[in-house]
């Protein structure tokens, strides 16, 4: 969710150096976002865990020479790097992001909830570089052009060239935001009923999912394997570019999707959009979600259900979620037209 907030940044201010420090795995996200805008790899797990990890990790970053530290993160690990910077003799400017942890409970709370919209992470990541002295214009359209496809993915660029496809990314990493996979799989087949000829593209790695997704490319023809395609994150944005729609649950996929301007239909349970983590330039009224008063009983999704029974996701059926892909579907034919 900070791609389009840095590369606004980059954008508006060429002339600031901005290096990106994060795992591994957001490389693909910062490498060729912009020419000003470098990426910087920690692995706190092995290289720079615990306290002297850390203090290892922030002799490597002073090193660097920097004016300006941006906490968009605001946990303990980077509260401590916080510190040392503004320990050090040398002067630095430094703001970290405010999270609205307080709205936050109120949004969460099973007694007087304040059910309101909060703001966003961009708008949360914006605030941020403004305190610094960099105010910017989130004018983010897309991360860029797609990523070229190796030959590995050739032949599902071909399978799916000129065809209506349609993602589905139905895993998240706590089970109040997954979609019950029997439903799921009635979305499936009530989408092929309409549209016989499409693909299904499935996206999500892991045991888990290649279980399932097995099962549906062995059941529907028009189910592939997308992920299992695809080599790493790049490959898999330059696929999700070549969607009509996406079917995502309120996890990572959503904002894959939202990076190559993909429209996606978002699903909603134990969580709300108006936590603020709505994938950048979504429609609310794309979003799936069923009124209940316990929700949302978490902002992240990682609590257990307070009923006991997830009837913030089994409540909603799958006509619902089908009738968003054909009324997105609908919009998109009559702007081409």
């Not at 060429?14 to 692995?43: Q, Y």
């Not at 799916?160 to 439903?183: D, V």
């Not at 062995?218 to 997308?226: I, L």
């Not at 070549?242 to 239909?265: E, F, G, R, Y």
């Amino acid at each position: 969710m900070t791609v389009p907030v840095i590369k606004a940044l980059a954008q508006q201010y060429p002339h600031v150096r901005i290096t990106f420090l994060s795992k591994g795995f957001a490389r693909a996200f910062f490498e060729n976002l912009a020419p000003n805008v470098s990426f910087m790899e920690a692995d706190i797990k092995e290289e720079y865990k615990g306290i002297k990890g850390l203090n290892k990790l922030f002799r490597r970053l002073h090193a660097k020479k920097f004016t300006a530290i941006a906490d968009l993160h605001d946990v303990l690990r980077s509260e401590y790097l916080r510190l040392r910077f503004n320990m050090n003799l040398d002067k630095y400017k430094i703001a970290h992001i405010d999270k609205h942890r307080s709205a936050r409970k109120k949004l969460c709370a099973q007694k007087n909830k304040e059910l309101k919209q909060l703001p966003t992470s961009f708008e949360n990541y914006a605030e941020v570089f403004a305190k610094l002295g960099y105010p910017i214009n989130i004018n983010f359209t897309s991360q860029g052009e797609p990523p070229l496809l190796s030959t590995a993915v050739s032949p599902l660029l071909a399978e799916i060239e000129g065809r209506l496809n349609i993602g589905i990314a139905p895993f998240a990493a706590h089970q109040g935001k997954i979609y019950p996979i029997p439903m799921m799989e009635e979305v499936i087949k009530g989408i092929i009923q309409k549209h016989p000829d499409c693909r299904i593209l499935l996206f999500g790695g892991g045991k888990k999912e290649k279980e399932v997704f097995d099962k549906w490319c062995s059941q529907y023809a028009n189910c592939v394997n997308a992920s299992a395609a695809c080599k790493g994150l790049q490959q898999e944005l330059g696929i999700m570019s070549h969607l009509q729609v996406m079917i995502s649950m309120d996890s990572a996929n959503m904002h894959l999707a939202s990076l190559v301007n993909t429209p996606v239909v978002s699903i909603w349970g134990a969580t709300h959009p108006y936590a603020g983590f709505m994938g950048w330039n979504q429609r609310y009224e794309n979003a799936v979600q069923v009124e209940l008063d316990c929700r949302p009983c978490s902002i992240y999704g990682n609590k257990p259900c307070l009923r006991g029974d997830y009837a913030c996701l089994k409540n909603i059926s799958p006509e619902q979620i089908i009738s968003k892909v054909e009324s997105l579907l609908l919009t998109s034919n009559n702007k081409e037209q």
